[in-house]
Nanobody, 126 residues
Framework: QVQLVESGGGLVQAGGSLRLSCAAS????????MGWFRQAPGKERTFVAS????????SYADSVKGRFTISRDNAKNAMYLQMNSLKPEDTAVYYC???????????????????WGQGTQVTVSS
């Protein structure tokens, strides 16, 4: 069992930055591929970014590539999402998730994740 808790959301103006954190507890954090997803009102939860267990390989949705950076610190059982140049369309609830899969391509799909946090709201005003 892995417990995930997101923090760092808030209200920011367009062009601003936020850094989300995901704190993990329970089973060995380094044994999980990690991802960030987001869900806007009335829309499906979609992939934002993912990172391999050792943090070497990352992947991003096209909509955030070049603006967001995913990272992790296995010694601190934590994952981060640095979000720069925020746009109103980035407004959503952001979720962190953990997947036991070793196939990184599976990290794009929310159905492959085993554990989820409760989410943190990010609102970008124009």
């Amino acid at each position: 069992q892995v417990q995930l808790v997101e923090s760092g959301g808030g209200l920011v103006q367009a062009g601003g930055s936020l850094r989300l954190s995901c704190a993990a507890s329970g089973r060995t954090f380094s044994g999980y591929t990690m991802g960030w997803f987001r869900q806007a009102p009335g829309k499906e939860r979609t992939f934002v970014a993912s990172i391999t267990r050792n943090g070497v390989i990352t992947s991003y949705a096209d909509s955030v590539k070049g603006r967001f950076t995913i990272s992790r610190d296995n010694a601190k059982n934590a994952m981060y999402l640095q979000m720069n140049s925020l746009k109103p369309e980035d407004t959503a609830v952001y979720y962190c998730a953990a997947a036991a899969t070793t196939d990184f391509w599976r990290s794009y799909y929310k159905t492959n994740y085993d554990y989820w946090g409760q989410g943190t709201q990010v609102t970008v005003s124009s």
